[in-house]
């Protein structure tokens, strides 16, 4: 009997917090979106109490992958352009609601001690470095990394003497540099920030062409496109720009 009870109490409570929202989102957002969404969505559910927010955070690659199994998901925001036009290519997106929200910076970072001494991005093809941190090929600030690394013809040198250390996603590159697992890294300057990174150099110029913007759209498949076509207006809302530039993002031109 008092299994029974505490069943129909489980059952009532659920019941219960299932009604207490009208609307519900699903956010797909790329890693190094994390501090700043998670933020935004806080103001937003404040403004708007009946509706709940569930994020998933993770590389822009494998959320687009997420995305195109059949994930459930109301609104995908990617590191690069790339993940994005190939769910547009296969209908997954709703082009009339695509929008380039962001735009970020790639840096070269270590840990604030910096015990290596790399002071550039030519030290990485020097004996100052014993293994640097990247993002896989399907991570976008991994295929920025590998855009400046061949243009320095230093990709494939790296790669041959084993020098390199690739992580799923830009948070697992930060980490790796953070904790000294890596002498170095190459990751967004937002993430620099976020992980208490020192920030040792900018891309040698004409080296990275692609442009870092962060592209925001609504799912087609989504079941709550109107609420989702409001939380996407709120992300280029004042507020959350604020939120944003505090993170040390721009707006994309």
Known sequence: MKKFASLIASLIVLAFS????????TVFAAASL?????????????????TQITCN????????TQIMEGAECDIFISAAQKQMNALEAESLIDSSARVNLLENKIVLASSKSNPAKIESFADL?????????LGN?????????????????LWDKLNREGRISFAGNVTEVALQVRE????????YATDAMTHGLKVIAFPPSGTLKTPVIYPAAVISTSSHKDEAVKFLKYLQDSESQKVFESFGFTLAK
């Open 18 to 25: 299932q009604a207490a929202f009208s609307e519900s989102l």
């Open 125 to 133: 093809g020097t004996d100052k470095l014993t293994l640097i941190a």
């Open 34 to 50: 994390q501090s700043a969404v998670e933020q935004i969505t806080t103001l937003y559910t404040t403004h708007n109490p009946d």
């Open 57 to 64: 955070f993770d590389s822009s690659g494998t959320l687009k």
């Open 180 to 187: 000294g697992a890596a002498d170095c890294g190459i990751v």
């Open 137 to 153: 090929s399907d991570v976008p600030a991994g295929m920025y990394a590998q855009e400046i690394l061949t243009a320095m013809n």
